[in-house]
Structure formats: C-alpha cells, structure tokens
C-alpha cells in the first residue's frame, strides 16, 4: 500500500512526514491496529471487491500536509479444518483478541449457549460476560436464522465478532471456526461465513471390545472430534476378545479390564455437551465369543462338529434371551438417537451351503418361513427381532451392510440404515442395490476408513492423504463412486478404529495414527468438493489448528 504525500516538504516538516510514513506502514502489516496478514484461500467464495485504485500513482501537486490514511486488502477466508464453505469478503482490519475483549450471550438464549460461551471464552483467554450489552471487540453468540440444522453465520464487522445459528450446534461450530483462525493466524479476517456440512453424520467408531481403551484416552477423541465438528462417536464394546462395559444384568460376560457406567457416563456427557452423539454397538448374531465364552451353551455347531468363533445358535431362544436382556440394559446408559445392531459376518452365512452345514438352523428357518425358508432369512428375523427391542426408544437403527441378504422370504425392516463396510465378504452385495431400495446409507469404506491394527487380512493402514485427494461420501465400496442422484441417501461416513491385532500398537500410538485420516475425513464430510489447499499445506495447518 503506497502512501502520496503531495507538495514539497522541507527540513522539520519533511522529517516528520517520514515518521508519520513509517508508522502507518507498520500498522498495516500487522501491528497495532492495521489490518491482518492475507490469510489462505480454502473452499471459500468471495464478494465482489469494491471498485477504485489499489495503487497511487505519481504524486500530483496538492494541499501540504495530509494525513496519511489506512485502507485494507480484500479479505480472504480464514483458514480452518473443515474449511467454511462459504465466505463473503470485506475490507477491515478483521478481529482479534485484545485486553478489552470479551464473550456475550443474547438475554433469551444465556440458558442455551452459555456452556459454548464459556468453553470459548477460555480457549481465547478472554472473559465471558453473560448477557451483558455487547461493545466493540466483543464476541457474540445467539440463536436465529432459518437455516439447516448445524449451520451457522460468523460475522466479523466493525471491530467484533457475531455468531449465529438455528441450533446449538451451528453455533458450537462458528465458535470452533473462530478458534481454529485464531489458532492459525492470530486473528479472524474482516466479512461474513456462512457455513454448514454437507453430511448430517459424521464420525469416528472405535472397537474397545477387542482392546481397552482408558475412559480418558477416549474422551480426547471426543474433543479432537469436536474441534474437527464431528458428530458421532461409535463404540463397539462387544466382540469375541472382550465385552468392555460393566454389565448389572450379566456381569459374567464382562473383561477383567473394562469401563465401568460412571465412565461411560462421562464419556456420553462430556460428547453431548460438545455436540457429539455416541452411538453404542452390541454386534450378533456374530461376534459374541466373550458371551458364548461365559454361556458355551449357546455356541453354534456344525453337523461336522465344528464351533465357529463368536457365532451363536439362533434357533436357540435362549441366545435371544440374553442379547435383548444386554439391549435393554445398555438401552439407558446411552441416551443418543442412534444405535448400531451389528449384524455383520455370521459365519453360518458364509458356508457354501448353510442349509446342509447347519441343519438345526435350516429346521428352525422351515418353521418360521414355511418350506422356502432359509438360514438367511432366520438371520434377517434376528436382525429385525432385535430392531424391534430398540426401536420403542425411538433411536435411529443400522446394521452392517452383509447383514442384508437379498431374495429371501423375509427382508430387513425398512427403517434399518445400512452401514456400508465392505465388498469383500461373501455374499457381500455392491452398494447400488441398497440405495436403488431406497435404504439410507452410511460411509465406513474400508478401502479407505479403516484402520486396523497390525493389518492383517490385506489391510493396509489409511493415510490421510489418500483420502483427502481420492475419497468422497459417494465412494461406498473400493475406489468407484456411486451416481450423484443417491447422494441425499448418503448420511455421511464414519474412520473406524478395529483392533484385531490388539498388540499391534499403543494406545498413544493410535492416537497419533489416526489423526490425519481422522482430520482428512472430516473435511470431506463436511464439504466433498476438492480442497483448495494442497496436501502439503493442508497437513501444516492441521498442527497449527489443533
């Protein structure tokens, strides 16, 4: 920015003209009161700059002794993971915090929004002043608009910071953006951001079944999660290798090393109060090896003599028994809108013929269906007995995608979501002929969302990168999108932790292994379109927000 100063100036008058030269061109590069460095680009659209000069040019005679004015560069969006999808430029010196700022709440909404009041309040190391008036530098929180649910309007005008939303949640995540920008650049940059995810549900799912996990190690996920505006946290806390949740109805079942309700308690509060909704996981009819290990009873047995790990014996009213007796126990502790039935890899499904290798089941499939019924459909009937002990709570309800079966004479309730895992497995049906049924789906692609320890089984551990560049929501299966026309079937997507090889690595270990597909998938959930920053500088920004 150059500044004319117009007519001839000599000796004392020309000296200081220099100083006050020099001093506004220190402010406008950042200190004191100039305007902000330009920040990086991102997913972000811009208003149309105002017209005028940018550049002065020879100085013309003029009128001795102007002052010296500032003016700003056309602001860019501020930089942040997930990137604001929307941001509408200004000229300004944008916001940062200063002694004198402080946080606000509108009168009619202290009871809703004081917890993100204070909680940024802290992070910015600045005081929350509850409903009091707001005054210049000030940051502002309350309720309004008409917009989707998560959405929020950031705006940064005259000095101060307001945010908006229709919910709780949209303004949760305006105030992450302000702490993310001001993580990364000290400040946030003058204009309004108008902002909102692509996918309602967005996640990360861990199994604490087949290796523990401290309660502590888990509630950092939870505010990572948070800061990255995540929205679910899955627990899979049943499996052959442990059953990780104290239980009152059959503690016979339990680990030796698992969290207790307090824990788990806190766990649920602590994701609720940053808007983050766990989703629990009692997988059957597979992967019940801690049950049938307390209950051998209840193992599934070939005609040959073989015992499957983990698969329990569903024309056994008893295995029923005790899995809905487990339902509704766990029913209460977690009180979210979503719950998970599992339902994926009974091994019974995965003989070439069941009929034959599991002829108690095929008998109890005859008597339920009549002569055309089959092992699969006795499954699909477990899986919607087992949606119909859930259900009543009015919670959301998915299944793994090969617990599906097509052709057979019963069929999988219609409200089951499919959490979508997998081509791989036998049987296991390409993702188009859920969505063409109309079935809502959920991305967990292990082609790129799975992290499993010690990679076994052809796994590989997922990098960031590669999601970052290649993947989307559409991307159900493999590397291959699926048409745009079922993208408002797709819910969103979940980065799943699976521990097989329990040993593999730390807890600490997989924290830090998880980080950037965790951070990388986040941005694509909430805005699929091609990031306009490079991986390079993507990666760089995420340890300066974070």
Same mark, same amino acid.
């Given at each position: 920015?150059?500044?004319?100063?117009?007519?001839?100036?000599? !000796?004392? &008058?020309?000296?200081?003209?220099?100083?006050?030269?020099?001093?506004?061109?220190?402010?406008?590069?950042?200190?004191?009161?100039?305007?902000?460095?330009?920040?990086?680009?991102?997913? *972000?659209?811009?208003?149309?700059?105002?017209?005028?000069?940018?550049?002065?040019?020879?100085? =013309?005679?003029?009128?001795?002794?102007?002052? %010296?004015?500032?003016?700003?560069?056309?602001?860019? &969006?501020?930089?942040?993971?997930? *990137?604001?999808?929307?941001?509408?430029?200004?000229?300004?010196?944008?916001?940062?915090?200063?002694?004198?700022?402080?946080?606000?709440?509108?009168? $009619?909404?202290?009871?809703?929004?004081?917890?993100?009041? @204070?909680?940024?309040?802290?992070?910015?190391?600045?005081?929350?002043?509850?409903?009091?008036?707001?005054?210049?530098?000030?940051?502002?929180?309350?309720?309004?608009?008409?917009?989707? &649910?998560?959405?929020?309007?950031?705006?940064?005008?005259? !000095?101060?910071?307001?945010?908006?939303?229709?919910?709780?949640?949209?303004? #949760?995540?305006?105030? @992450?953006?302000?702490?993310?920008?001001?993580?990364?650049?000290?400040?946030?940059?003058?204009?309004?951001?108008?902002?909102?995810?692509? $996918?309602?549900?967005?996640?990360?799912?861990?199994? /604490?079944?087949?290796? +523990?996990?401290?309660?502590?190690?888990?509630?950092?996920?939870?505010?990572?999660?948070?800061?990255?505006?995540?929205?679910?946290?899955?627990?899979? #806390?049943?499996?052959?290798?442990?059953?990780?949740?104290?239980?009152?109805?059959?503690?016979?079942?339990?680990?030796?090393?698992?969290?207790?309700?307090?824990?788990?308690?806190?766990?649920?509060?602590?994701?609720?109060?940053?808007?983050?909704?766990?989703?629990?996981?009692?997988?059957?009819?597979?992967?019940?090896?801690?049950?049938?290990?307390?209950? =051998?009873?209840?193992?599934?047995?070939?005609?040959?003599?073989?015992?499957?790990?983990?698969?329990?014996? /569903?024309?056994?009213?008893?295995?029923?028994?005790?899995?809905?007796?487990?339902?509704?126990?766990? /029913?209460?502790?977690?009180?979210?809108?979503?719950?998970?039935?599992?339902?994926?890899?009974?091994? *019974?499904?995965?003989?070439?013929? =069941?009929?034959?290798? +599991?002829?108690?089941?095929?008998?109890?499939?005859?008597?339920?269906?009549?002569?055309?019924?089959?092992?699969?459909?006795?499954?699909?009937?477990?899986?919607?007995? @087992?949606?119909?002990?859930?259900? %009543?709570?009015?919670?959301?309800?998915?299944?793994?995608?090969?617990?599906? #079966?097509?052709?057979?004479?019963?069929?999988?309730?219609?409200?089951?979501?499919?959490? +979508?895992?997998? !081509?791989?497995?036998?049987?296991?049906?390409? =993702?188009?002929?859920?969505?063409?049924?109309?079935?809502?789906?959920?991305?967990?692609?292990?082609?790129?969302?799975?992290?499993?320890?010690?990679?076994?089984?052809?796994?590989?551990?997922?990098?960031? @990168?590669?999601?970052?560049?290649?993947?989307?929501?559409?991307?159900?299966?493999?590397?291959?999108?699926?048409?745009?026309?079922?993208?408002?079937?797709?819910?969103?997507?979940? #980065?799943?932790?699976?521990?097989?090889?329990?040993?593999?690595?730390?807890?600490?270990?997989?924290?830090? !292994?998880?980080?950037?597909?965790?951070?990388?998938?986040?941005?694509?959930?909430?805005?699929?379109?091609?990031?306009?920053?490079?991986?390079?500088?993507?990666?760089?920004?995420?340890?300066?927000?974070?």
């Amino acid at each position: 920015m150059r500044y004319s100063i117009r007519g001839p100036l000599r !000796g004392p &008058a020309l000296m200081a003209a220099a100083v006050a030269l020099a001093t506004v061109t220190a402010c406008s590069n950042g200190s004191g009161g100039g305007p902000p460095a330009a920040s990086g680009t991102g997913t *972000a659209t811009t208003a149309t700059a105002p017209t005028g000069p940018t550049t002065a040019s020879a100085p =013309p005679p003029a009128p001795p002794s102007p002052t %010296p004015t500032k003016t700003y560069p056309l602001s860019t &969006a501020p930089l942040t993971i997930p *990137a604001v999808r929307s941001h509408t430029a200004a000229r300004g010196p944008g916001w940062k915090p200063g002694p004198d700022t402080g946080v606000v709440v509108a009168a $009619k909404d202290e009871a809703a929004l004081a917890d993100e009041a @204070r909680l940024i309040a802290g992070e910015l190391r600045v005081p929350y002043r509850g409903t009091a008036a707001a005054r210049p530098g000030d940051v502002s929180l309350a309720l309004g608009g008409q917009g989707a &649910a998560e959405s929020y309007t950031l705006a940064v005008q005259g !000095g101060g910071v307001r945010i908006t939303g229709p919910d709780q949640a949209g303004v #949760f995540y305006g105030t @992450r953006t302000l702490k993310q920008s001001v993580r990364s650049t000290g400040a946030i940059p003058e204009g309004v951001i108008a902002d909102a995810p692509a $996918k309602p549900q967005r996640g990360l799912m861990v199994d /604490i079944a087949r290796k +523990y996990f401290t309660a502590g190690w888990i509630e950092a996920r939870v505010r990572e999660m948070a800061d990255l505006k995540l929205n679910q946290l899955g627990l899979h #806390f049943s499996d052959d290798q442990g059953f990780r949740i104290a239980s009152d109805s059959h503690p016979e079942i339990v680990s030796a090393q698992h969290l207790s309700k307090a824990e788990v308690r806190r766990i649920v509060a602590l994701a609720a109060s940053l808007h983050i909704t766990v989703v629990p996981e009692i997988d059957s009819p597979g992967h019940l090896g801690a049950v049938i290990d307390a209950h =051998p009873e209840l193992q599934l047995v070939s005609a040959t003599g073989r015992k499957p790990r983990g698969a329990v014996d /569903i024309s056994k009213p008893a295995s029923a028994k005790i899995v809905d007796e487990l339902l509704r126990e766990y /029913i209460g502790l977690f009180p979210g809108a979503y719950w998970h039935l599992g339902g994926d890899e009974y091994v *019974a499904l995965m003989s070439k013929n =069941p009929e034959a290798t +599991y002829p108690q089941l095929a008998r109890a499939a005859t008597a339920r269906y009549g002569a055309s019924g089959r092992v699969q459909d006795l499954a699909t009937g477990w899986l919607n007995d @087992r949606a119909a002990v859930v259900r %009543p709570t009015g919670k959301a309800l998915r299944a793994w995608n090969d617990g599906f #079966f097509p052709g057979g004479v019963a069929t999988a309730d219609k409200d089951l979501q499919v959490a +979508y895992w997998t !081509g791989k497995e036998i049987g296991a049906r390409p =993702p188009v002929p859920y969505l063409s049924a109309g079935r809502k789906v959920i991305n967990y692609n292990d082609e790129y969302l799975y992290y499993v320890l010690g990679q076994p089984n052809d796994f590989t551990y997922p990098t960031g @990168r590669r999601i970052y560049e290649q993947w989307t929501p559409l991307v159900l299966r493999g590397t291959a999108p699926v048409a745009s026309r079922y993208d408002p079937q797709i819910l969103g997507g979940s #980065f799943a932790v699976w521990c097989d090889l329990a040993g593999a690595q730390t807890q600490a270990q997989v924290a830090d !292994g998880i980080r950037m597909p965790l951070t990388a998938t986040s941005q694509k959930l909430w805005d699929a379109r091609k990031p306009s920053l490079t991986w390079d500088r993507f990666k760089t920004l995420a340890s300066q927000v974070r």
